[in-house]
């Protein structure tokens, strides 16, 4: 025994140091790549090290995939550079990364347990995969297959995120891990924004999904965008997760926690207005209503503990409005050069090719 510890320790040391030359020499191979590549390829070799010190690697996966998804760190094999609405690239991205991670400890799961955690969810899952089929059989007649396989590939790589989630998000524990990283998520975008609205401009962050400037004199330029590329998709990804922090600030216990809520609604609130996105201003004061309308109706919530958390948010919004009011009197009554108008040709279009 005490012979063959002095054996274990050269042979560590040994390993250790073989693994230490090839990371060296990996990364002196790769110095030269884009940044891009140079990323994903020393994230690639350091996984390995970072897993052994994970106790759950599920949850890890999980945590991952949610935050990264506001992130385009992506690799494109197929990208459309004329200015249109819709999918414009087709390519991997870390997210993808991710949910293959997750889909790989899933499989796993399945092939060593007896009774494995499968989750179908008929009503949601046979409905998308109809709607789903029914739009990459649209691509036999496209007259732009590139753009229609692009969607397609889209709508694929979000039912995939989408059947893989409900696999892997499976109690309470679980549930709260995904709320709390989404609200890190619009915290994340929020901080990234402000410091554009306080720079009136991007702040190099392309690698991540900043566009990079418009050399055009584009009217997008005083509107923040976070890291998805456009503010129309961060007003998109702030409408849709504006109401967790405000829901959660309802039913948490802690102070500190309940602070942290209010305090990410607020700066989410005030970076929406800053998008300059209309249609989201919109989406989000009918979401907000319609949740209050629930909240009140919800036997969990007694009238006398909804009362000053409503009363603060309706005093809250009117202010951040009021702040930034010059933002919004300028969407609503400026000039938007036919924008709006615009919109109801596109409106007879879609309801022509639906009554076809």
């Not at 087709?90 to 997750?102: E, P, Q, S």
């Not at 202010?319 to 969407?331: K, P, Y």
């Amino acid at each position: 025994m005490l012979n063959s510890l002095p054996k274990a320790r050269l042979l560590q040391s040994v390993l250790f140091g073989a693994i230490g030359v090839f990371v060296g020499i990996a990364v002196t191979f790769a110095a030269d790549f884009p940044q891009k590549f140079l990323i994903v390829f020393v994230a690639g070799l350091s996984f390995p090290f970072a897993a052994l010190l994970i106790r759950d690697i599920r949850r890890f996966f999980l945590a991952a995939t949610v935050i990264s998804v506001p992130v385009h760190f992506d690799i494109n094999f197929m990208h459309q550079f004329e200015q249109q609405a819709g999918a414009s690239t087709a390519g991997i991205n870390l997210t993808d990364l991710f949910v293959l991670g997750l889909l790989l400890v899933w499989l796993i799961e399945i092939a060593s347990q007896e009774r494995p955690y499968t989750l179908f969810f008929s009503k949601l899952t046979i409905p998308a995969i109809i709607h789903f089929e029914a739009v990459a059989l649209s691509m036999l007649w496209a007259p732009r297959l590139d753009l229609a396989f692009m969607e397609v590939f889209r709508m694929f790589k979000v039912f995939i995120l989408y059947f893989i989630l409900i696999n892997h998000i499976r109690d309470k524990k679980d549930v709260r891990l995904v709320v709390w990283v989404l609200i890190g998520s619009l915290a994340f975008e929020g901080i990234i924004s402000s410091l554009q609205a306080i720079t009136g401009g991007r702040l190099g962050l392309d690698f991540l999904g900043e566009a990079p400037p418009d050399l055009d004199g584009d009217s997008s330029l005083w509107r923040v965008m976070g890291t998805l590329g456009h503010p129309n998709k961060l007003a998109t990804f702030m409408e849709s997760l504006l109401l967790l922090p405000f829901g959660l600030f309802l039913v948490e216990k802690s102070r500190r926690n309940r602070l942290i809520c209010l305090i990410v609604f607020i700066m989410g609130c005030i970076i929406l207005i800053l998008t300059g996105t209309r249609g989201a201003w919109i989406g989000f004061m009918l979401a907000f209503l319609l949740f209050m309308f629930f909240v009140i109706k919800s036997r969990h919530f007694s009238l006398r503990s909804f009362l000053l958390p409503a009363a603060l948010v309706l005093i809250l919004l009117p202010t951040i409005t009021a702040l930034f009011w010059g933002m919004v009197e300028e969407r609503v009554f400026g000039d938007d050069y036919g924008s709006a108008a615009s919109r109801v040709p596109m409106f007879k279009i879609a309801l022509n090719v639906i009554a076809a």
